[in-house]
Structures are given as C-alpha cells and as structure tokens.
C-alpha cells in the first residue's frame, strides 16, 4: 500500500492551495482519512480527519478556513485550504486507516510521505 500526496507549494498569505492524496495498492477498504502537518521545530499535530461516512473533524486553528473531502472511487483524500497564514507552513502528510482483507479486525494506518506547504507573509 503506497499514499502519494501532493499539491504542496509557496504561496503567499491569504492564497489557497489543494493537496491530494492518492492511496494505491492491494487492501479491502479504507476506512479514516486525513492529514497532519509538522512545522519546523514542532511536533507533528492534527489538521483534518474524515471517516468512510464523511464526518470530518478539524484542528481549531484552521477551522473556517480548510476543508477536507474524499473521493472513495478513487481512495483520494484532499484538504482544500483558504485564507493561508505564515504560521500554516509545515510539511503535510496524509494517511489512511484501511483493512488490507475483509477478515482484518483492526485498522493499519498508512502514511504518505509528505509535501511542503510554505506561507510567505
């Protein structure tokens, strides 16, 4: 199972960028999906989750102003982001709770491995 996520890039304070991530492999189904962020010097934090029934859950600090969906045809998940500010620079990593088979109790959680975001004021 491989998560490729993308979409990162420079943007100044008040653009918008879209990331994606693309989930690829053999597994039964995806079930949570969502993406963290880590800055510089800090520690990796939530940014937005969503389940396989489309409940979504955020962050405080960007709540208004990112939103998260998925594409279950195409185990994608993407954050739509508005308003940027400096302080959402970080690296962005996606991840996705799947069962590899139907008989699987629990949920692995696989990471993609990250784009930067960088806010310039």
């Known amino acids: 199972v491989q998560l490729q996520a993308y979409g990162g890039g420079l943007v100044q304070a008040g653009g918008s960028l879209r990331l994606s991530c693309a989930a690829s492999?053999?597994?039964?189904?995806?079930?949570?999906m969502g993406w963290y962020r880590q800055a510089p010097g800090k520690q990796r934090e939530l940014v937005a989750v969503i389940t396989s029934g489309t409940t979504t859950n955020y962050a405080d600090s960007v709540k208004g102003r990112f939103t998260i969906s998925r594409d279950n045809a195409k185990n994608t998940v993407y954050l739509q982001m508005n308003s940027l500010k400096p302080e959402d620079t970080a690296v962005y990593y996606c991840?996705?709770?799947?069962?590899?088979?139907?008989?699987?109790?629990?949920?692995?959680?696989?990471w993609g491995q990250g784009t930067l975001v960088t806010v310039s004021s």
């Open positions: 991840h996705a709770d799947l069962k590899l088979g139907a008989a699987d109790i629990n949920d692995l959680r696989y």
């Open positions: 492999g053999s597994f039964f189904r995806i079930n949570g």
